[in-house]
């Protein structure tokens, strides 16, 4: 079949079209090159998704494992690479990370903020520009974030009161030494704590000293030496972390006290278990990192999945009677 002369220049300006179509896209791709790879072209092994993870301390070994859990999980998937932050535990630091994370061209944010309030900002907008924001284990205020990952902190809190007020057959002198009280797990471990005690219940049981010890065991050690000194009977210690009773137990260990139960909340299989397991804790609760899981989390968003928008983890309790069968699920 012959073509006429019309078919014949319609398919010639069709295929320099065609030409100077591809020869303009190739252009633009190596005016992308040039500048860094562009985001579309991102989520390979030779070009991956860049992930910022501001974390608000390494000062506590739990920290350190959640950016381990973070690392680990990446480590499977070369289209990702991650890069760490650590602001001291300042918040102020924290704030300015996250700009510079935002200003590198990041494609996606994990944030464990030190505080909610000074933190959320920041956050809010990193996730307006269009950045996905993945908050770990402390929250921020208000909805301008992808997803929340952490455990239910009121309901270990709960746990963690209902244990006390049992194993002190509802009859007993309390300190209770908490974590930062303007980060959210220290509200919620101190409201749910203060829920499964039931004091309403239990007359006969007090909460003689309570001092905001900041999550750090040296603050815990010196507010015990106080309550040691204000109290001469004490039953028991609930901090808010593992150090936090740690540093109970020694300040109660060197002021020759005994008998006083603790509790503490983290559960790390060096930390709180090792101490429950050499008698110096009476019960702990895990706290898991949610690091596994923001980076499960983070390759679905980057996928374009919708997620939902909150994700809860569970929790165990340790005690001298269960800590050899690796403690129990509570749910
Ligand atoms: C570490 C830590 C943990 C605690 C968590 C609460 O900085 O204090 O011990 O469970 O933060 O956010």
Not at 118 to 147: C, F, H, N, Q
Not at 190 to 196: D, P, Q, V
Not at 225 to 245: C, F, M, R, T
Request: proline letters at 4%; charged letters at 25%; one cysteine or more.
């Amino acid at each position: 079949m012959g073509l006429t002369s019309d078919g014949w220049v319609a398919r010639r300006v069709a295929l320099w079209v065609i030409t100077l179509m591809a020869w303009l896209a190739l252009g633009c791709s190596r005016e992308a090159d040039k500048q860094g790879t562009t985001k579309a072209q991102r989520g390979t092994a030779d070009s991956p998704w860049v992930i910022g993870m501001s974390q608000c301390n390494l000062g506590e070994p739990w920290r350190v494992q959640m950016n381990e859990d973070i690392e680990t999980g990446a480590a499977k998937h070369p289209d990702l690479k991650v890069i760490f932050k650590d602001a001291q535990n300042d918040s102020l630091r924290q704030r300015a990370q996250v700009g510079e994370l935002v200003a590198q061209g990041i494609d996606l944010l994990i944030i464990s903020p030190k505080e909610t309030a000074p933190l959320t900002k920041p956050v809010a907008e990193a996730y307006d520009k269009g950045i996905p924001v993945i908050v770990l284990d402390r929250r921020v205020s208000g909805d301008r974030y992808s997803v929340f990952i952490g455990a239910d902190n009121e309901a270990i809190g709960r746990e963690a009161g209902r244990w006390a007020a049992q194993s002190l057959g509802g009859k007993g002198k309390i300190v209770e030494l908490k974590g930062l009280m303007t980060s959210s797990p220290g509200q919620d471990r101190h409201n749910g704590f203060r829920a499964g005690l039931a004091l309403d219940q239990h007359p006969d049981l007090q909460v003689v000293f309570e001092a905001d010890m900041q999550w750090l065991e040296p603050k815990a050690r010196k507010e015990m030496e106080s309550a040691l000194a204000a109290h001469d009977q004490i039953d028991l210690v609930y901090a808010h972390n593992d150090p936090g009773a740690h540093g109970a137990y020694l300040a109660a260990k060197q002021a020759g006290r005994k008998g006083i139960k603790l509790i503490g909340i983290d559960a790390l299989p060096h930390e709180g278990v090792h101490y429950v397991k050499q008698g110096l804790l009476d019960a702990t609760f895990a706290y898991p990192t949610g690091g596994a899981e923001a980076i499960a989390t983070a390759l679905k968003l980057l996928g374009g999945n919708k997620i939902e928008r909150e994700i809860v983890l569970g929790t165990r309790i340790y005690t001298q009677a269960n800590v050899d069968q690796g403690g129990q699920a509570i749910d």
